[in-house]
């Protein structure tokens, strides 16, 4: 089987990525192949994860380009260039416009930490994904993996996992326990099932 051709889009310090890759090198990862990480910030760790890992990396910054237009040609520029099939938002702080999204349907996942449709959307990120989940008292919490459309944290849902709130959590703890416990496990698992749905579509063809 051809196996599919994926980007993993980053910002920071490329932990989920690192779930990734160490999926792949056990093995968890048999119907995709990691052909790019695309960074929106030239200094973001992730990339030198990616390199150290033999993963071919890239740089596309709004603030540089001036325009979402121009960030969007280049993203497109560097994907077709290397012939990739799937997008992997891993910690990409980067918002892409409805009309990007259109041209991938089902074929962009993104890791979200919280129980979608819990702490989600607009200005929901990071650390205050936690902060609100505290603020509000939740006695469980989690990571969800979802398709990627116009809204944000809109699409559909592939896979969830819980995860408990334990008394005296800070912001901080709380988003070590998610990503340990739910997001590196989640992502690569959902990871696989997409690109195994992709490559037998490209079979079936």
Same mark, same amino acid.
């Given at each position: 089987?051809?196996?599919?051709?994926?980007?993993?889009?980053?910002?920071?310090?490329?932990?989920?990525?690192?779930?990734? =890759?160490?999926?792949?090198?056990? /093995?968890?990862?048999?119907? &995709?192949?990691? #052909?790019?990480?695309?960074?929106? $910030?030239? @200094?973001?760790?992730?990339?030198?994860?990616?390199?150290?890992?033999?993963?071919?990396?890239?740089?596309?910054?709004?603030?540089?380009?001036?325009?979402?237009?121009?960030?969007?040609?280049?993203?497109?520029?560097?994907?077709?260039?290397?012939?990739?099939?799937?997008?992997?938002?891993?910690?990409?702080?980067?918002?892409?416009?409805?009309?990007?999204?259109?041209?991938?349907?089902?074929?962009?996942?993104?890791?979200?930490?919280? =129980?979608?449709?819990?702490?989600? /959307?607009?200005?929901?990120? &990071?650390?205050? #994904?936690?902060?609100?989940?505290? $603020?509000? @008292?939740?006695?469980?919490?989690?990571?969800?993996?979802?398709?990627?459309?116009?809204?944000?944290?809109?699409?559909?849902?592939?896979?969830?996992?819980?995860?408990?709130?334990?008394?005296?959590?800070?912001?901080?703890?709380?988003?070590?326990?998610?990503?340990?416990?739910?997001?590196?496990?989640?992502?690569?698992?959902?990871?696989?099932?997409?690109?195994?749905?992709?490559?037998?579509?490209?079979?079936?063809?």
């Amino acid at each position: 089987m051809v196996k599919t051709r994926i980007a993993v889009f980053v910002s920071g310090g490329g932990t989920n990525l690192q779930a990734l =890759l160490d999926a792949r090198d056990r /093995g968890e990862l048999p119907s &995709g192949e990691i #052909v790019l990480v695309l960074s929106s $910030r030239p @200094g973001a760790y992730a990339l030198e994860r990616a390199r150290k890992a033999g993963v071919d990396t890239a740089v596309c910054s709004r603030k540089e380009l001036g325009s979402q237009e121009a960030f969007e040609a280049d993203i497109c520029r560097e994907l077709e260039s290397r012939g990739v099939d799937m997008i992997v938002l891993a910690g990409f702080m980067s918002i892409l416009s409805a009309d990007f999204t259109r041209r991938w349907p089902k074929r962009i996942i993104n890791v979200h930490p919280a =129980l979608i449709p819990s702490f989600c /959307g607009k200005g929901f990120y &990071g650390l205050r #994904v936690h902060e609100a989940a505290l $603020r509000y @008292g939740v006695k469980v919490t989690g990571a969800t993996v979802h398709f990627v459309n116009e809204i944000p944290d809109g699409g559909e849902i592939i896979l969830q996992k819980a995860v408990e709130v334990i008394p005296g959590d800070t912001p901080e703890t709380l988003q070590r326990r998610v990503m340990e416990q739910a997001e590196w496990v989640l992502l690569p698992r959902a990871t696989e099932l997409v690109a195994r749905r992709i490559a037998e579509e490209g079979e079936e063809k």
